[in-house]
């Protein structure tokens, strides 16, 4: 069985920064597509950035330019780097990751919140 970890989300003022992780736990795996979505009170989940078994990337229009979705050199962990946050981008984050032979996988959510 695998599991996904996150961690990194918290309360910041507009302007600042978080970075968020996500850690696929477990053994005999391997891991295509890896990414965060998010979910706003009364609003659907929405994709916010997602990474290939490679090195493409795909963002939401809405933070293109601030945040970047990066790997880390363990190959089960990406990293979410957001700059320049607004109150809009507050949400819940939740890490998904397709999974070989396991299938689509989801954390357990995590909690950012930015002030104005």
């Known amino acids: 069985q695998v599991r996904l970890v996150e961690s990194g989300g918290g309360l910041v003022q507009a302007g600042g920064s978080l970075r968020l992780s996500c850690v696929v736990a477990g053994t005999g795996f391997n891991i295509n597509v890896m990414g965060w979505y998010r979910q706003a009170p009364g609003k659907q989940r929405e994709l916010v950035a997602r990474?290939?078994?490679?090195?493409?990337?795909n963002y939401a229009d809405s933070v293109k330019g601030r945040f970047t979705l990066f790997r880390g050199s363990a190959r089960n962990t990406v990293y979410l780097q957001m700059n320049n946050l607004k109150p809009e981008d507050t949400a819940v984050y939740y890490c998904n990751a397709n999974i070989i032979p396991f299938g689509d996988r989801w954390g357990q959510g995590t909690q950012v919140t930015v002030s104005s």
């Open positions: 990474i290939s078994s490679g090195t493409i990337t």
